[in-house]
């Protein structure tokens, strides 16, 4: 039996008020948490962060938010992203965010925010295709710009604006399927950095 559960982080690309992808983190987060997992939920609203400029960089150094939102990933063992799609791509908020936290310099000897962790993404659209066409996007910079290994399995949620219950489930069974197949997959390989 394993003496501690693997910590895993949730949140949505968008802050929008009844986001349907943080209605997608917050049901993914419900699932991974009966799976003997300790789950965190946050907003991107809680870390705001200016447009990244180099020469707001240099001038004023890293936000303070963007130290605590790195803190935060450094605790855990897995993290869930739910975006939404924006003209076929990630939106602006969570490109900004992926950008600031790239730019901090781990110190020698401290884990790789992004190595050294696992990443699982979805996307709730309400769409035909479910904003599987930004998720692209979000895994090239995930694996190619942040050398991130992210699962390959990835939950697509195509015309959300009717796919959740009243209770915050989901009313189609194949996509409850789909979101607890990857729910348990990104807990079954955070579990192995333990």
């Known amino acids: 039996m394993r003496r501690t559960a693997p910590r895993i982080l949730t949140f ?23 799976m ?14 200016p447009l990244y400029d180099g020469d707001l960089e240099a001038a004023k150094g890293i936000p303070a938010a963007a130290d605590k939102l790195r803190t935060l ?6 993290v869930f992203i739910a975006s ?22 781990a110190p020698a000897g401290e884990p790789d925010v992004w190595r050294d962790r696992v990443f699982a993404i979805g996307s ?12 692209l996007h979000l895994r090239q910079v995930l694996e190619l710009g942040l050398g991130a290994r992210v699962l390959s399995e990835q939950m697509v949620l195509p015309a959300a604006g009717h796919a959740f219950a009243a209770g ?3 009313t189609d069974e194949r996509a409850a399927a789909s979101l607890e197949r990857l ?12």
């Open 12 to 34: 949505a690309g968008s802050i929008r008020a009844e986001s349907l992808n943080a209605r997608l983190a917050a049901l993914f987060a419900r699932t991974a948490a009966v």
């Open 36 to 49: 003997d997992a300790e789950v965190t939920v946050i907003s991107l609203a809680d870390y705001p962060l």
């Open 73 to 78: 990933l450094l605790a855990h063992h897995g």
């Open 84 to 105: 939404p799609e924006y003209n076929q791509s990630l939106p602006p908020l969570l490109k900004n965010t992926l950008d600031w936290l790239s730019r901090i310099r």
């Open 124 to 135: 709730a659209s309400p769409g035909a295709f479910g904003g599987v066409r930004g998720l």
């Open 168 to 170: 915050g489930g989901l």
């Open 183 to 194: 729910a348990r997959a990104l807990v079954e390989e955070a579990g192995r950095l333990l």
